[in-house]
């Protein structure tokens, strides 16, 4: 939770535009090396043999994790996965089906479809009964899965979500929406009928999932008992976090480009507006980064309380003023200012700012005091999360602090308050009539997701083929690894201090930052590289 893939959907020229612009030379290093620079010949060459090495050396039945010792000896996805795993949640199967069809678009070898079909396969062979998608796919069957939960999952300290085994689909973390996406993208490509029912599937999913009130639970279908740690079952809230609401909505629109499906109108319009039912009073005119159903901010995980956050309330800002482009109703602007006052008014005093977060991540209902999150014990059995005003030895895998470009939301309300409805909304997709295209490329941004072990490093095209190995892969630091699961925790607290650290002691499965790390293979620096590369064919720089 309470992290995104950021995806770059861009058409035509506009596109061409951007992935020139990624491109571009900036550093006097690059400059040197644009006559050395790679033939598409060459380019071509590296992508087929690290993709080759994907599909045919890495992938499980056409799925993926997150990354690999060399040896396959230990694998991981947001967690350690069993070898019968494939991970669907980002940078996952459905993104690397995206980086396929991104590669069979710029390259147009069918090799690159084949590797996505391949992905579908997968995802569809895991699909939830009722549309959706789980965090990742064990394909030894359910047994299996709830054995790792059992063991592995059970004992993450600092993952709560994965503690307690659901066994419906969830929105959390951007994976049903990928994988949805994905679906709909392969299947416009040529129309193959063996990709309609999944997505169809997966459209009744997001259509039934649905609040009447328009926003979405975290998981779907309700089950009993889904309290964690004394605490109700929040999954059934009205979510925000890792724009669940965004991300559904992007969707909804995509399937009325692509397939011209009117069922989705009365959704997409009902969704955009409980952002406005949501939205609190004055004098906290924020939200929370889930809802109760009757609207009130609502807590989510241990260290997640009930109470206003900067970050969504951001977001949500962000999202108000990206409805205004696409419907140019001016409803949706008209309390963005007292939303951006409000922010303003939390921020934090000069001497908690540190690299630039300035604000609390969590504000308390009715005081505007912030609240700092912390833990004590040292795992999931002797430990516990709690919250006050406290500013010291904060947890240190959620951040207490945010930092938040409140200028420039203010700039870019300001910008969209001076344009006429018309003009606000002309490039909407909601405006045209008939089938649409969707984008040719969805070129894999990395932002800030889950995987600590994607090398963010830019590389040039030239040093991207240098670097693929004689093995066929990019060698990539593995800064992140877990404790292999040995047991349950113990009552007792062991000498040390966990009340920062990302993991707690030798029973904790968390992931945490190694202190020397292993080189390994990343399917993120893959996609990485590849979407590099891609940009390369695509801007016509490789000739």
Same mark, same amino acid.
């Given at each position: ?15 061409? #535009? ?11 290093? !690059? ?18 043999? #690290? ?112 503690? =307690? ?25 040529? =129309? ?20 009447? $009130? ?14 964690? =740690? ?26 009325? !480009? ?25 004098? !906290? ?5 889930? =809802? ?13 309380? +009930? ?96 930092? $938040? ?38 070129? #894999? ?16 095209? +030239? ?7 004689? #093995? ?19 009552? !007792? ?40 590369? $891609? ?9």
């Amino acid at each position: 939770m309470a992290r995104r893939l950021a995806r770059s959907l861009c058409h035509g020229a506009l596109c061409a #535009a951007l992935v020139a612009g990624g491109m571009a030379a900036a550093t006097p290093a !690059q400059a040197r090396s644009e006559a050395a620079a790679p033939s598409r010949q060459q380019i071509e060459a590296t992508m087929k043999r #690290a993709t080759r090495f994907m599909v045919e050396k890495v992938s499980t039945n056409g799925g993926y994790l997150w990354s690999y010792l060399p040896d396959m000896s230990r694998r991981w996805g947001e967690m350690e996965a069993y070898p019968t795993m494939i991970w669907v949640q980002p940078p996952g199967t459905a993104t690397m089906g995206n980086l396929f069809l991104d590669a069979y678009h710029a390259t147009h070898d069918q090799y690159y479809y084949d590797a996505a079909a391949k992905a579908a396969d997968a995802l569809i062979a895991g699909q939830k009964p009722e549309g959706g998608w789980h965090y990742f796919i064990d394909q030894a069957g359910e047994a299996s899965t709830k054995r790792w939960y059992d063991t592995i999952g059970k004992n993450a300290w600092r993952l709560e979500e994965f503690q =307690h085994y659901w066994g419906n689909a969830t929105y959390d973390d951007a994976g049903t929406s990928e994988a949805m996406q994905f679906l709909l993208r392969i299947y416009v490509e040529k =129309h193959d009928a063996r990709f309609k029912p999944a997505l169809d599937k997966a459209i009744n999913f997001v259509l039934k999932s649905q609040y009447p $009130i328009g926003g979405w639970p975290q998981r779907y279908p309700p089950v009993e008992n889904g309290g964690l =740690h004394g605490k109700p079952d929040y999954t059934r809230f009205i979510t925000f976090n890792d724009d669940v609401a965004g991300e559904n909505i992007k969707f909804l629109i995509m399937v009325h !480009q692509a397939l011209g499906d009117e069922r989705v109108l009365d959704a997409i319009t009902r969704a955009m507006s409980v952002y406005l039912v949501t939205q609190q009073g004055q004098p !906290q005119p924020g939200w929370g980064l889930q =809802h109760s159903l009757d609207l009130k901010p609502a807590g989510a995980r241990t260290y997640e309380p +009930a109470a206003l956050a900067t970050h969504a309330t951001a977001g949500n800002i962000q999202q108000l003023l990206n409805f205004y482009r696409l419907t140019g109703d001016t409803k949706y602007l008209a309390r963005v200012p007292e939303a951006l006052d409000w922010l303003d008014s939390v921020k934090l005093p000069p001497e908690l700012v540190k690299d630039g977060r300035a604000y609390p991540t969590f504000v308390e209902i009715g005081t505007n005091k912030p609240l700092f999150i912390h833990r004590t014990g040292s795992n999931v059995v002797n430990g516990h999360y709690f919250v006050n005003d406290d500013p010291t030895n904060t947890v240190g895998h959620y951040s207490s602090t945010r930092a $938040i470009d409140v200028a420039g939301l203010r700039r870019q309300y300001e910008e969209l308050s001076k344009l006429s409805p018309e003009d606000a909304s002309r490039d909407s997709p909601l405006r045209k009539k008939g089938i649409q295209p969707l984008p040719t490329y969805f070129l #894999a941004e990395l932002g800030k997701v889950s995987d600590l072990n994607t090398s963010r490093a830019a590389e040039s095209p +030239a040093q991207l083929v240098a670097t693929l190995n004689k #093995a066929s892969w990019w060698p990539t630091e593995l800064k992140a690894t877990s404790n292999p699961y040995r047991g349950d925790g113990s009552p !007792q607290v062991p000498p040390g201090d966990f009340r920062t650290t990302r993991v707690g002691d030798s029973t904790d499965t968390s992931p945490y930052y190694a202190d020397k790390p292993v080189i390994g293979i990343s399917t993120g620096t893959y996609i990485e590289h590849m979407s590099a590369l $891609i940009a390369a064919l695509a801007a016509g720089s490789a000739e």
